[in-house]
């Protein structure tokens, strides 16, 4: 899933209106974040294998360390931790464990069972729904949207380009979104991990748009 993860990052500014959309960015795709650092250090392995299932070329073969369910606790506890420690926002800290763990909900549903519950296991969940493309597709595009609407309903412009940038910024995602299902298949492992690392600049991105926006008072809205 692409879309449904970050749809899970603007929806919960709602909750968490201290957080950066950068952080929640980040706390939503953590999992995948750490993933290619982990193959491209050859901790982890993916394969390009079309018709693996309908919706991606890739086949996920080995990435016990960044999307296990047990090392996502993990990852969620050190960075809802450390950020309720440093910025004193409990609230806060507990939302970006949530989105942390909610990537592998989110990738239990739609990946076939290849995902792990703990290093050195054997057994694999995924409920497959990225055996149906036109499920996927309607199924991302109604909570990327509810989840723009909660962002847009939390966060007013404090200035132009907060408008700007935040409509950049989801156009930007549709983009990368569409050429991701309808594209060619990558053409190497080592190239796929590549261009996910280019997802930290996402982080920043949403980072710069949040820091030209304010929070509304949602129970007046």
């Known amino acids: 899933m692409f879309l449904g993860h970050f749809a899970a990052a603007l929806g919960a ?5 201290r957080a950066s959309l950068g952080l929640l960015f980040a706390a939503a795709q953590l999992p995948d974040l750490l993933w290619p650092a982990f193959v491209l250090a050859g ?3 993916v394969r390009i294998a079309p018709g693996d299932t309908a919706f991606t070329p890739l086949a996920f073969v080995h990435y016990p360390w960044s999307h296990s369910l047990a090392l996502v606790l993990l990852w969620g506890a050190l960075l809802g931790g450390g950020y309720a420690l440093l910025a004193r926002d409990r609230r806060g800290g507990v939302v970006l464990a949530a989105l942390v763990l909610s990537h592998w909900v989110l990738d239990a549903l739609t990946h076939r069972p290849d995902l792990p519950l703990a290093p050195g296991g054997t057994a694999r969940v995924g409920l497959g729904l990225w055996n149906s493309v036109p499920l996927t597709i309607v199924i991302e595009a109604l909570l990327f949207a509810a989840g723009v ?5 939390s966060t007013r412009p404090a200035a132009r380009a907060g408008t700007v940038g935040l409509w950049a910024l989801l ?3 549709v983009v990368v979104y569409v050429g991701n299902v309808f ?5 190497s492992e080592t190239a796929v991990a590549w261009a996910t690392l280019s997802m930290w600049l996402l982080v920043a991105w949403a980072a710069w748009v949040d820091g030209r926006r304010a929070p509304t008072d949602v129970a007046g809205a």
């Open 43 to 45: 901790w982890e392995r």
């Open 149 to 153: 609407a909660l962002y847009l309903r």
């Open 183 to 187: 594209g060619p298949p990558p053409p």
């Open 13 to 17: 500014k709602r909750a968490a209106p």
């Open 171 to 173: 156009a930007f995602l």
